[in-house]
């Protein structure tokens, strides 16, 4: 199983990140840094993973490179580098995949185990709403577009995915559905994250976030209704 983590600027955290990783079910850690200044990537080398250069920014991008570079892994798992999600969760976003009933699972912070306060209220409300389009939309059941998620590599490499920014973690959900994956929500916790935010830590970068991202659920939505195939259950 390989573990990708975008990293931009995380020196503060990236260590407790590593550190915390399962090592007797974990075969590989990618970090994907983009331009960081702080010794990011030297802290991840120094603690045995391996570390990608992609100075193209995005975090879709960095997904989508960790991915590509991933050594013939079965499972892939993402994780921020910011400590706001608990590595040593990781087996439970595994065990539906083990069991063979999800293809991909996907980690919601918003029910009891989230510390109160970790998500700022935008961004309970946007995933909220996102959630709940989903939901409406395409008949998904989840609650939360969290960072923590892992998937079958060959369920993922089929979906082709190509979001380089903030989309890509909705994507795969819209795509994978439209696709007939098996996506199954588990819960796990979040804190506050160590260091600085560089997406949606602001109002600012949550409305602009949401904003795409609502869109794509809308734009994938009608996209499948003209190519004329049935709407899933
Ligand atoms: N490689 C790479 N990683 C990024 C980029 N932007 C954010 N990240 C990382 O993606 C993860 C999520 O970003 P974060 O700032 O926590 O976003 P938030 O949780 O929405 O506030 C963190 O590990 C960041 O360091 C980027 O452009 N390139
Ligand atoms: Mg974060």
Known sequence: ???????????QSISRVLADLPA???TEVLVVDSNSTDG????????????????????????LTGLAAANNPDVVVFLDGDYSDRPAELPVLLTPIIDGRA??????????????????WHQVFGNR????LIRLLYGLKISD?????????????????????????????????????????????????????????????TVGAGWFILSLIVRYYLRHRKAGTPRPA
């Not at 709403?129 to 709940?132: D, I, P, R, V």
């Open 1 to 11: 199983m390989s573990v990708v983590i975008p990293t931009h600027n995380e020196a």
């Open 24 to 26: 007797d079910i974990v």
């Open 40 to 63: 990011t990537p030297d802290i991840a080398s120094k603690m045995g993973a391996r570390v990608l250069h992609e100075p193209r920014r995005g975090y879709g991008r960095a997904c």
């Open 103 to 120: 293809d991909i699972t996907l980690g919601s912070r918003l029910g009891k185990l989230s510390v109160h306060g970790a998500l700022p």
């Open 129 to 132: 709403l996102a959630a709940g």
């Open 145 to 205: 577009l969290g960072p923590f998620r892992a998937a079958r590599a060959d369920v993922l490499r089929r979906l082709e995915l190509q979001e380089n920014t903030y989309g890509w973690a909705v994507e795969i959900i819209l795509k994978g559905t439209l696709g007939g994956v098996r996506i199954v929500e588990v819960p796990v916790s979040y804190y506050p994250r160590i260091g600085k935010s560089k997406i949606s830590g602001t109002l600012k970068g």
